[in-house]
């Protein structure tokens, strides 16, 4: 169903430690982003029988969450650059309904044009040309089918934390082009979406013990050698937002979700 595809991206910034950090985090602590799967179960509302593109899906911890949505009859593309964060992903669905494509967005090439829903959570700040992705996303689409991004977008207290922070402690930089709400209406209205919806959305990552957080953000993001956790937790501190809870603490992580549809006519 699918046409090879060709990784072109010049760089791949999730490879090697940067990969097997992010990998770790997700594992040690693997409860702390049960909201985000909500967030997610909220917008994209994955059904029984559909058919979704997932891009810049990493090492898989949405994917799984939404094949299981899909159950046995229906299917999950999950789609990214790097063909370390996809290692082993097909395998990891129950249903067995998970196809990896090795493919950064821009040039993603998908001889499909049915599917219901595209999902992406944290990937498309680091797309290039976002004018191309956005195109190929309305071919692959079916007409009435939906885009759901969840992203960091411009202008935003995530935005700011990871441009202050994270491009200076990330091991591999952090050098992205955020979408704003503006350039996401003109993209969608380019390419052939109906105009985005925005929601701001804040969930609640968990942790038992305060400086949990601090060794969370230092494996997410890969902290070069010189930054602690406790440099971790502080700056997360200093941008965003930690709180107490009655099981432990909390890191309030503020992300965009923007929601599109492919008009059904045109
Ligand atoms: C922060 S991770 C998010 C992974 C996963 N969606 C999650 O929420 O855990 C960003 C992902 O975007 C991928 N990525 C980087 N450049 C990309 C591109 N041009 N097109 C699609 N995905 C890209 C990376 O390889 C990485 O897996």
């Known amino acids: 169903m699918y046409a090879d595809t060709k990784i072109d991206s010049p760089s791949l910034e999730f490879t090697g430690k940067r990969s097997s950090d992010y990998r770790s985090a ?3 602590y693997s409860d702390a982003w049960l909201p985000d799967i909500a967030c997610m179960k909220r917008f994209l509302n994955p059904a029984p029988g559909e058919r979704i593109l997932e891009v810049g899906a990493g ?3 949405f994917s799984t969450a939404i094949a299981d949505y899909l159950g046995p009859n229906g299917l999950l593309v ?3 650059p790097s063909t370390e964060q996809l290692s082993d992903l097909e395998s990891q669905s129950e249903h067995g309904n ?3 494509v090795p493919a950064s967005a821009d040039t993603l090439d998908i001889n499909f044009s049915g599917f219901d829903a595209i999902w992406s959570r944290g990937a498309i700040h680091h797309v290039t040309d976002k004018t191309s992705a956005f195109t190929r996303f ?3 689409v079916r007409p009435g089918g939906r885009l759901v991004i969840n992203d960091i977008f411009a ?4 935005a700011r934390y990871f441009d202050a922070f994270i491009a200076r402690s990330c091991s591999t930089g952090h050098e992205v082009a955020y979408l704003s709400h503006e350039f996401a209406e003109s993209l969608c209205q380019l ?3 109906g105009a985005p919806v925005f929601h701001e959305m804040v969930t609640p990552w968990e942790f038992r013990k305060r400086e949990d957080i601090g060794r969370f953000l230092q494996l997410l993001f890969s902290a070069k050698p010189e930054y602690t956790a406790e440099d971790c937790l502080a700056a997360a501190d200093r941008h965003l937002s930690i709180s107490q809870t009655t099981s432990g603490w909390a890191l309030m992580w503020p992300m965009t979700v923007m929601v599109a549809v ?3 006519h045109g």
């Open 155 to 158: 202008g935003t207290p995530l």
């Open 262 to 264: 492919r008009p059904a």
């Open 26 to 28: 997700l594992s040690d």
């Open 59 to 61: 090492n898989g911890y």
């Open 138 to 140: 309305a071919q692959v």
């Open 78 to 80: 999950a789609s990214d």
């Open 98 to 100: 998970i196809r990896v």
């Open 191 to 193: 390419t052939g979406w």
